[in-house]
């Protein structure tokens, strides 16, 4: 399984940014995926969640601001973040769990300036 995250970059607040995640090796459509950020000297945490039938859950601090999707067919998953303010500054990860074992991508850094 191999996970490659890309889209962050640098905004100012209350811009936005779409983070996108491609998997590969598994069959997607069958697995939960999942957005983590770790912000430094900080551990990393759960952001949004995503599960096979497109059911959504986020974590209180980005409610209402970031929206998490999926393309089954792309083998994608996105965080549309928007609204964006300095702290969510972080490295974001997608992460999934397939036959009992975690994949992480490689983070992709959001860096949002006021």
């Known amino acids: 399984v191999q996970l490659q995250a890309s889209g962050g970059g640098s905004v100012q607040t209350g811009g936005s940014l779409r983070l996108s995640c491609a998997a590969s090796?598994?069959?997607?459509?069958?697995?939960?995926m999942h957005w983590y950020r770790q912000a430094p000297g900080k551990q990393r945490d759960l952001v949004a969640t995503?599960?096979?039938?497109?059911?959504?859950n986020y974590d209180n601090s980005v409610k209402g601001r970031f929206t998490i999707s999926r393309d089954n067919v792309r083998r994608t998953v996105y965080l549309q973040m928007d609204s964006l303010k300095p702290e969510v500054t972080a490295v974001y990860y997608c992460?999934?769990?397939?036959?009992?074992?975690?994949?992480w991508g490689r983070g992709t850094l959001v860096t949002v300036s006021s």
């Open positions: 992460q999934t769990r397939w036959y009992s074992r975690d994949f």
């Open positions: 995503i599960t096979t039938d497109s059911s959504r």
């Open positions: 090796g598994m069959n997607f459509k069958l697995a939960s």
